[in-house]
């Protein structure tokens, strides 16, 4: 097993099968600060993990969709993990779209306990946003390991990463 391999078994383990995850969303603000430089957005949201990438059920018309179409540059941290990434967001539409409904069915159930309650699937711009992970670290145990990992290669990096 390589150490790619490793650290994404670690990850599935940690954020997969089904599990609600609490992580941190930061994206790039609209506008700029009032001397002119970009500004980071940070919020925290309910995810669900899979296949490199954490699926969050949104609102199209929410700052942070508009800020994805802006710039899809994004970077996520698992907030009871020592997990960093950077990624790629995407709005994969309308939850209720038929290309959605394999994912939608996994969310429901990962979301369950809230899901009815925070969402109104009726309304056309509830929607899935994906987190393509691009590259990230995992950090075990307070710096023991730390996997430095390029998901887009699916290699380890030797140096890097993201702290």
């Keep these: 097993m390589t150490e790619f391999e490793e650290g994404l078994k670690l990850i599935n383990e940690i954020f997969g ?18 001397d002119g430089k970009v500004r980071p957005v ?3 949201v309910d995810a669900y993990y899979e296949n490199e990438i954490f699926y969050i059920i949104t609102y ?9 179409e802006q710039n899809p540059e994004v970077s ?3 907030c009871s993990e020592m997990f960093t990434a950077n990624g790629l967001g995407e709005n994969l539409g309308w939850v209720l779209n038929p290309q959605n409904a394999e994912i939608r069915t996994k969310l429901r159930t990962a979301f369950a306990d ?6 109104n699937e009726q309304d056309e711009n509830c929607c899935i946003l994906a987190i ?4 990230g670290t995992l950090n075990i ?3 023991e390991k730390l996997y430095h990992m390029d998901f887009v290669n699916k290699t380890s990096m030797e140096n890097g990463g993201i702290f």
């Design 17 to 34: 099968n089904g599990k609600d995850n609490v992580i941190s969303l930061a994206t790039i603000a609209r506008e700029t600060s009032a």
């Design 42 to 44: 940070v919020r925290t």
């Design 60 to 68: 199209a018309k929410s700052n942070k969709i508009l800020q994805i």
């Design 76 to 78: 996520i941290a698992g």
């Design 114 to 119: 809230w899901y009815d309650f925070a969402n």
């Design 132 to 135: 393509h992970l691009t590259k």
């Design 141 to 143: 145990n307070h710096w």
